[in-house]
């Protein structure tokens, strides 16, 4: 495949993306009650089992409240793995946040083992309880929705790994999922992140 053709398929998919959101449902939950209503269903590669998801105990870089996830590799080969933007997590006690991943979010689970990762995963519910060590969770779907896509088109290839930035990303979900929508000066905060 020459390049010219390659470059024409990347740029006419880059296109076809940008006016995806304009394409996509609005807002199908009440303000201040996300739960996840309408979008694409996700699961693990085939030969992982996830043994458990909580409320991690501490911070990570890239989240203020992140899950752990225990994932046991049933093959004989390293299985990697690719998350979403936009995939939510559902709690099992409707005190706790639903959680949701707000970049695409890769690792790797080596050959027949468990391994144990920290999902970068940012709250839903404001009013609701933070993930902790006695919350479980399960994978639920991916959000197909219009406001969150221009939230995850704004902070793609964007530096979530400083205090600042996440807190950022987080007030930007929490302004769509329990406020008014995006406001103008986060929106452009959003921008101006590296």
């Known amino acids: 495949m020459n390049r010219v053709y ?10 076809a993306l940008g006016g995806l959101c304009t394409r996509l ?3 199908q939950w009440e303000r201040g009650e996300f739960r996840p209503i309408g979008g694409k269903p996700y699961k693990l590669p085939d030969g992982l089992e996830v ?12 989240s203020f409240s992140p899950l752990e ?3 046991l590799n049933n093959t004989q080969s390293r299985v990697p ?9 559902s709690p099992s006690d409707p005190d706790y946040q639903y959680m949701m991943i707000l970049q695409e979010f890769s690792f790797n689970v ?3 083992q468990e391994t144990t990762v920290f999902l970068p ?4 519910n404001e009013n609701l309880d933070e993930p902790d060590e006695d919350s479980y969770y399960e994978i639920d779907i991916q959000v197909w929705e219009r406001e969150l896509c221009e939230l995850f088109e704004l902070l793609r290839g964007k530096k979530l790994d400083y205090e600042d930035a996440v807190d950022l990303a987080q ?11 995006l406001t103008d000066s986060t929106r452009q905060r959003l921008k101006e992140l590296p």
């Open 81 to 89: 793995v690719r998350m979403p933007e936009g995939l939510v997590f």
């Open 51 to 62: 043994r458990y998801i909580i409320g991690a105990m501490d911070e990570i870089p890239t």
């Open 110 to 112: 080596p050959a027949d």
């Open 171 to 181: 007030e930007a979900l929490y302004e769509i999922t329990d406020g008014n929508g």
């Open 69 to 71: 996830m225990s994932v």
């Open 25 to 27: 449902p609005e807002r």
């Open 121 to 124: 995963t940012y709250g839903c």
């Open 6 to 15: 390659m470059v024409s398929i990347v740029a006419l998919s880059l296109v």
